[in-house]
């Protein structure tokens, strides 16, 4: 599947085909597309999968942040601009902002389905101390996860933006996770 795939490739711990002009953030279409698409049903199909994950291990929910949405949709534009699937660089220290990733084939897939891959690396997880978090023996395997579910992260905001061809998917939290030498939760 070319979205896990991509996904799995580009993932990175908190610790560190392209369109022709601007980026589109991804809006309803009434003729084509698997579900119907906003900024509103994004919001509530990313606090449900984020807080239903988080719920499930006995961690306290997230709060939206518009502030972290924003900058979400800053960099999924600057992606969607560039075709550059990969993580934004952070600033060391105050202000750093965990980030997870994700890209598609643009309409192919729902909002629940975009968080459902990373949701799926729960397979592959054990709390240990990150980085020794993944059955696997490769952080990079479930780091989408971890980060969802990190006991102190306290907000989350995510946009979509869109190439002509592609979906990608933003999601900045604060703190951020997957610090290493501790437990996710």
Not at 115 to 137: M, Y
Not at 156 to 177: E, K, N, W
Request: positive net charge; hydrophobic residues 40%.
């Amino acid at each position: 599947m070319k979205a896990l795939g991509l996904v799995l490739a580009a993932v990175a711990l908190s610790l560190a085909g392209c369109a022709q002009g601007p980026a589109r953030v991804v809006e309803p279409r009434t003729t084509q597309g698997p579900a119907p698409r906003g900024a509103g049903l994004l919001k509530a199909a990313m606090m449900q999968g984020h807080n239903g994950a988080r719920a499930a291990v006995g961690v306290a929910p997230l709060v939206w942040s518009d502030t972290l949405a924003a900058s979400a949709l800053a960099y999924a534009e600057t992606m969607a601009r560039s075709g550059r699937f990969e993580h934004a660089v952070q600033p060391l220290g105050a202000g750093r902002e965990g980030e997870n990733l994700w890209t598609g084939t643009r309409y192919a897939y729902a909002y629940p389905e975009m968080i459902g891959h990373w949701l799926a690396e729960r397979k592959d997880f054990v709390n240990g101390v990150t980085p020794a978090f993944s059955r696997t023996g490769k952080w990079e395997d479930v780091a989408h996860y971890t980060q969802i579910v990190w006991r102190d992260s306290t907000q989350v905001g995510c946009a979509v933006a869109s190439s002509l061809t592609d979906d990608y998917l933003v999601c900045r939290y604060s703190p951020p996770g997957n610090v290493v030498g501790e437990r996710t939760y």
